[in-house]
């Protein structure tokens, strides 16, 4: 194999971690392919530009995470603008705002709680952990659905020292802060792939990777075409796995021979469940009322969209409805109008207002479904209780040929994020590089 290897790095999806390798290993003038099944780059990351909004519509990843020097270097090279988001949140219980101490200020007694059960030793899912607390019924409802939202994780699986050790690393960088891209996340794609020459024939899309076979020497990937049918074969000294931790755990991917450890790993982890529906209205219809015309967040207790947030401190006329909890499942799968009608049910009733009315100012709804993607099957990853070394042991090489990136392989605590998937896909270029 090693007389017949045609480049240096094959690279196996063009998301975030994808065209993070692929940008660092050209920059060290290696031979290498990024290989991109879907007809367009960018994983979930998935920017609309629509004429009629002030304001980029977000599919899929929306916010930047405190400061992470991943995003705003880019930012500032591009150069790109953020802006702060309004970060004040409102309750809604039974379609009423409740009017006692911020939302973010309850939940922030029960994560100091949970900070001190982690560093005592103890390891549990976040449900176990409420149980043994008499907070109030309320506050428990409110922290469960802040970390099933937040996570996009079901509370009595995800670990609390999973939640304790990212809540840490976004700590040291404003993590409590919250920023969007005014260009649209999307522009931080197009800045990796700026001064790469000969991008046509570094970057292949609508190509679909069926297969890697690898030895200690090299490695042999098989793909098709999604347009012509087409499989091609071709050999690398080293490939980098970036696709979705979904995709992984469905075994859409052969490996011969089965990097065991990795594949068991990937296997422990959770990929979290969510529908996300963007709505644009004639009109800012949730400003009109006086108890939500400056709020970032609506946190409700309806059945399937417990997450609300508008585009503030820009002033438009969308609103996104957020479902990662206990209804979720029964929205996968469902028609986007069957969604879109749930959602107007349940914002009628936060804001008081008649479906009829909602529906007569609908002008648009957004909406990708993530989990019948099968180059995504999911949202993204996050962390049984117990499980707490599997990242670290996806994100180990297999004989110095085979690496796995992505925001599940990210072991420094900024996993799920788009920082996170690109920290890991120039540490997994650095470590072929060495």
């Known amino acids: 194999m090693k007389n017949a290897l045609a480049l240096d790095v094959i690279i196996i999806g063009a998301g975030a971690a994808g065209l993070a390798a692929l940008r660092e290993l050209d920059r060290a003038g290696k031979r290498v392919l990024c290989l991109e099944a879907r007809d367009r780059i960018g994983g979930r990351i998935a920017t609309v530009h629509d004429s009629l909004s002030p304001i980029p519509i977000e599919l899929g990843a929306e916010f930047v995470h405190g400061r992470p020097r991943e995003i705003w270097e880019i930012a500032e090279s591009a150069p790109l603008q953020l802006y702060s988001c309004m970060e004040h949140a409102i309750q809604v219980r039974d379609g009423k705002p409740q009017t006692k101490a911020d939302a973010w200020l309850q939940v922030d ?137 979904g995709v992984l755990q469905a075994e859409a991917i052969r490996f011969e021979p089965e990097p065991a450890d990795i594949l068991h790993a990937a296997k422990q982890l959770r990929f979290g469940e969510v529908v996300r529906m963007i709505l644009r209205f004639e009109n800012a219809v949730w400003e009109e009322s006086g108890d939500f015309a400056e709020a970032g967040f609506l946190l409700s207790d309806e059945k399937f969209f417990r997450a609300w947030w508008t585009p503030l401190p820009v002033r438009a006329r969308s609103i996104t ?114």
């Open 109 to 245: 007694r029960v994560m100091k709680d949970l900070e001190a059960a982690v560093e005592s030793g103890r390891e549990q899912t976040f449900s176990e952990f409420l149980a043994q607390f008499d907070y109030p019924a309320d506050v428990k409802e409110l922290a469960t659905s802040y970390v099933e939202g937040f996570n996009a994780a079901k509370a009595d699986v995800i670990s609390i020292a999973s939640i304790v050790k990212d809540q840490k690393a976004a700590d040291a960088i404003d993590g409590d802060r919250a920023f969007r891209l005014m260009n649209g996340y999307d522009s931080v794609l197009h800045w990796m792939l700026q001064g790469i020459c000969d991008l046509d024939r570094k970057l292949q899309l609508n190509s679909q990777v069926r297969a890697v076979r690898w030895t200690q020497d090299g490695a042999t990937v098989e793909f098709v075409s999604t347009q012509t049918g087409a499989v091609q074969k071709i050999s690398a000294r080293h490939v980098i796995v970036t696709v979705s931790l």
């Open 321 to 434: 409805a957020w479902s990662s909890g206990p209804g979720t499942g029964e929205l996968l799968g469902m028609p986007k109008a069957e969604i879109v009608k749930r959602a107007i049910q349940e914002l009628s009733h936060i804001l008081s207002m008649r479906e009829r009315q909602l529906n007569e100012l609908l002008r648009a709804a957004y909406f990708h479904d993530w989990h019948g993607d099968e180059f995504a099957r999911g949202a993204y990853s996050y962390v049984p209780a117990h499980a707490m070394g599997a990242r670290e042991a996806l994100a180990r090489p297999a004989g110095n040929t085979l690496y796995f990136a992505g925001e599940a392989a990210e072991t420094n605590g900024h996993s799920a994020t788009v920082h996170g998937a690109i920290a890991s896909g120039r540490s997994a270029a650095a470590q072929v590089l060495l």
